[in-house]
């Protein structure tokens, strides 16, 4: 299972990024080999228009099976939902803590989006 995490850094110890399309990045953690790769999400974060659905293209092509992130804007809520991926939201400070708690199960399941479009 890939899981993408919202990130403004490159490492586990990075700090979580609330928003989803216009996070600086994502860290993809494959919970199967406990590896993860740090993608770059910055040139869509001046986008104008289509920064969820941008983003959820970058995680789709490597893989992430689910989400976890602050918030979720309609556009990208609807993409990732139609492709199938879990959302998840989590209030963790970093990388890692956000990991321990999904390992754990204590991540809510987001079941709509929860701030408007182009939330900064």
């Given at each position: 299972m890939k899981v993408a995490f919202t990130t403004s850094g490159n490492t586990l110890d990075a700090p979580m990024d609330p928003r989803f399309g216009r996070a600086e990045g994502f860290i993809v953690y494959d919970?199967?080999?406990?590896?993860?790769?740090?993608?770059?999400?910055?040139?869509v974060?001046?986008?104008?228009?289509?920064?969820g659905i941008q983003?959820?293209?970058?995680i789709l092509r490597k893989g992430a099976n689910c989400v976890v992130t602050g918030h979720c804007g309609p556009n990208a809520f609807k993409a990732l939902s139609g492709a199938g991926i879990r959302i998840y939201t989590t209030e963790a400070?970093?990388?890692s803590e956000a990991l321990e708690a999904y390992r754990a199960g204590a991540l809510p399941t987001m079941k709509s989006a929860d701030v408007e479009g182009h939330w900064s």
């Amino acid at each position: 299972m890939k899981v993408a995490f919202t990130t403004s850094g490159n490492t586990l110890d990075a700090p979580m990024d609330p928003r989803f399309g216009r996070a600086e990045g994502f860290i993809v953690y494959d919970t199967d080999s406990e590896t993860f790769e740090a993608v770059d999400n910055k040139q869509v974060l001046n986008s104008a228009h289509g920064a969820g659905i941008q983003a959820t293209e970058a995680i789709l092509r490597k893989g992430a099976n689910c989400v976890v992130t602050g918030h979720c804007g309609p556009n990208a809520f609807k993409a990732l939902s139609g492709a199938g991926i879990r959302i998840y939201t989590t209030e963790a400070a970093t990388v890692s803590e956000a990991l321990e708690a999904y390992r754990a199960g204590a991540l809510p399941t987001m079941k709509s989006a929860d701030v408007e479009g182009h939330w900064s």
